[in-house]
């Protein structure tokens, strides 16, 4: 679960003050399931499902 912009933009701030770069990233992919490696999982997951049948 991810923090909330205005949490994420918060944090930022309070590094990029220390002296510090904190760029935040678009999450992208999550409706692929392509987000965190979870499209290798998914993909490995049915490979592994039609072999055992």
Same mark, same amino acid.
């Given at each position: 679960?991810? %923090? %909330? /912009?205005? *949490?994420?933009? *918060?944090?930022?701030?309070? !590094? /990029?003050?220390?002296?510090?770069? =904190?760029?935040? $990233?678009?999450? $992208?992919? $999550?409706?692929?399931?392509?987000?965190?490696?979870?499209?290798?999982? =998914?993909?490995? *997951?049915?490979? $592994?499902?039609? !072999?055992?049948?």
């Amino acid at each position: 679960e991810c %923090s %909330s /912009n205005n *949490r994420m933009h *918060r944090f930022a701030e309070i !590094v /990029n003050d220390g002296g510090l770069s =904190a760029p935040i $990233r678009t999450p $992208r992919g $999550r409706d692929i399931l392509a987000a965190c490696g979870q499209l290798k999982s =998914a993909s490995a *997951r049915g490979r $592994r499902e039609k !072999v055992s049948l």
